[in-house]
Nanobody, 121 residues
Framework: QLRLVESGGGSVQEGGSLKLSCAAS??????MGWFRQAPGKEREGLAT???????LYADSVKDRFTISRQNSDNTLYLQMNSLTPEDTAVYYC?????????????????WGQGTQVTVSS
């Protein structure tokens, strides 16, 4: 059974950076990605990456966030720069998802428990 564990969240001031990691144990499929969910809002897709390295980004983060993966040990990363308070959310790693879309489909893919990111002004 696939298990995903996110780490690297925390509190940072506006303009700062954080790097999230997602350690996967089990079969992750060819597509992994990062989503986030702010209080009172729907889960939002940020970026996906195929095992070939092909990426897809949401417009809101494409110039600030970088997704990467290390296939050798099934680790997924999200480098986040120029953070703003609007980036405050719980960030989730997903695997076995769709790489051609960033809309959240409940019941699709495997998910971690999430890691909190808080950006203060």
């Amino acid at each position: 059974q696939l298990r995903l564990v996110e780490s690297g969240g925390g509190s940072v001031q506006e303009g700062g950076s954080l790097k999230l990691s997602c350690a996967a144990s089990g079969y992750v499929g060819y597509c992994m990605g990062w989503f986030r969910q702010a209080p009172g809002k729907e889960r939002e897709g940020l970026a996906t990456i195929k095992d070939t390295g092909t990426t897809l980004y949401a417009d809101s983060v494409k110039d600030r966030f970088t997704i990467s993966r290390q296939n050798s040990d099934n680790t997924l990363y999200l480098q986040m720069n120029s953070l703003t308070p609007e980036d405050t959310a719980v960030y989730y790693c997903t695997a076995n998802y769709f790489c051609d879309r960033l809309t959240y489909s409940k019941g699709v893919g495997s998910w971690g428990q999430g890691t909190q990111v808080t950006v203060s002004s």
